[in-house]
């Protein structure tokens, strides 16, 4: 199934959000996961990192670290990313904040394969629809 994940807020009217679109299923043959099997994924995730992602981390504006002992038990667990060393200095993008959440969800269900999916789309015009 096609999930689409949203990072930061569509509710501050600033256009301060990111969307990530994945297909997310149970293994090779194994079947399409819900939003829901994603949630639980993310919550058995979250209990064996230690720590909640998207209610505790990078909660305020213009927090975009996450801490030391944070980042060290992510990587305790296998998490591997090129660009480590720069998400410790300079905080997290976007793109990295979602290569974490998919970690945590693949260690809450290890069956869990994701593939991104680009979203194409067309501009069909009615602005004066939303007020």
Known sequence: MIIDFQIGSSMSGHGHSDIYAFDCTYGI?????????????YSVG???????????CCTYYEDNYLDEEQMDKLVSLGFVHEDLEEMKDEGLMSEWWMDIYMFICKLGCE????????????DIGGYGLFQ
């Not at 043959?29 to 994924?41: E, F, V």
């Not at 979250?46 to 505790?56: A, E, I, M, P």
């Open 29 to 41: 043959a194994g079947g399409d996961m819900s939003i829901g099997d994603i949630r639980l994924a």
């Open 46 to 56: 979250s209990k064996l990192v230690g720590f909640d992602l998207v209610n505790d």
């Open 111 to 122: 069956r869990l394969i994701v593939t991104p999916v680009r979203h194409k789309h067309v």
